[in-house]
């Protein structure tokens, strides 16, 4: 399993990123995915994530400004980031769900910095 995240950047407070992911190594169509964020001195949660047949959740904090999306036939997953505030800024993590509905594989994370 390959999961390969790009996409991330500094931006102002405001603005907005659209990270990317390119996986590879597993059936990415029939795997619910998700992005992780772990910020510094912080612990890494999910932050938001998508079925196979594409429902999506997100936690409390992003809803309404963060948007997951993927593409089958291309295998990518996608983050759109809108509406960013300093509390983003974090290193971000395209991840597979796995069978207990948590995260069972982590890509090298994209670096996010929002400046205020």
């Known amino acids: 399993v390959q999961l390969q995240a790009s996409g991330g950047g500094l931006v102002q407070a405001g603005g907005s990123l659209r990270l990317s992911c390119e996986a590879s190594?597993?059936?990415?169509?029939?795997?619910?995915m998700g992005w992780s964020r772990q910020a510094p001195g912080k612990e890494r949660e999910l932050v938001a994530k998508i079925t196979s047949d594409g429902t999506t959740s997100y936690v409390d904090s992003v809803k309404g400004r963060f948007t997951i999306s993927r593409d089958n036939v291309r295998r990518r997953l996608f983050l759109q980031m809108n509406s960013l505030n300093a509390d983003d800024t974090a290193v971000y993590y395209c991840?597979?769900?796995?069978?207990?509905?948590?995260?069972?594989?982590w890509g090298r994370g994209t670096l996010v910095t929002v400046s205020s």
């Open positions: 991840t597979r769900t796995g069978t207990s509905d948590t995260p069972d594989y």
């Open positions: 190594g597993f059936i990415f169509k029939f795997n619910s």
